[in-house]
């Protein structure tokens, strides 16, 4: 069973560029999941997707984050400016979701991103 | 606000002792706990885990303990190899199958 594709795998901008992150899930998973991760703490959940709409985007900094799932399948990431403190590693996840909650997300390998 | 605390971010183990690895949380409606393991450059692997209603989950050399009075959980792995040398986040859940991390402890298991 192929994982969670995630691309680019870094990606170097100047602030106040915009960048884009594509992922594409495991195949049958509802669920998907973006997160940032900024070294040295945790993945923190930017926002999540059931099929292609969005269950929570309570934490995503919508002036400049914008996220959508076509076809409840792929998803993009896009950062519109960027800033220094967007520097970190952007995770995608997904689990199998559906009518009953499913709490093991299995994770791709991050896009790195540093913003000069 | 951390909700979930990792207050440890290294802990080094000689190879074939156990390794123990805590993490507190602060939110009782948590119902689901996980450990993830990470190695450099590839996304976090699950482990673990371990539900509300049960104090003690085991798999393999990896076993978790939660103490719900005391709003903490354990890892451990017994005995402790060379290959689990990587970074451990907890995570919990209160029911939508969001996950809050902590913050991560960086294993280091000495040959």
């Known amino acids: 069973e192929a994982g969670v594709a995630q691309s680019p795998r870094y990606k170097i901008i100047e602030k106040r560029q915009s960048v884009a992150f594509w992922c594409n899930p495991i195949s049958g998973h509802a669920t998907l999941y973006w997160y940032q991760q900024i070294l040295g703490q945790g993945p923190k959940l930017l926002i999540q997707?059931?099929?292609?709409?969005?269950?929570?985007d309570s934490q995503l900094p919508k002036d400049r984050f914008s996220a959508e799932r076509l076809k409840g399948v792929d998803s993009t990431l896009k950062i519109q400016p960027a800033k220094l403190e967007d520097s970190a590693v952007y995770l995608c996840?997904?689990?199998?979701?559906?009518?009953?909650?499913?709490?093991?997300?299995?994770f791709g390998p991050g896009t790195r991103l540093t913003v000069t | 606000d951390q909700q979930v605390k990792q207050n440890s971010p290294s802990l080094s183990v000689q190879e074939g002792r156990i390794s123990i690895l805590n993490c507190d949380y602060t939110n009782s409606m948590f119902d689901y706990f996980l450990w993830y393991k990470k190695y450099p450059a590839e996304g976090p692997t699950f482990l673990i885990s371990i539900s509300s209603i049960k104090d003690k989950n085991e798999d393999g050399r990896f076993t978790v303990f939660l103490n719900k009075s005391a709003k903490h959980l354990s890892l451990h792995i017994v005995p402790s190899q060379p290959g689990d040398s990587a970074v451990y986040f907890c995570a919990a859940s209160g029911g939508s199958g969001k996950l809050i991390f902590g913050q991560g402890t960086t294993l280091q298991v000495k040959p």
């Open positions: 997707f059931q099929n292609n709409g969005v269950v929570d």
């Open positions: 996840a997904s689990s199998l979701g559906g009518l009953q909650i499913s709490y093991e997300q299995y």
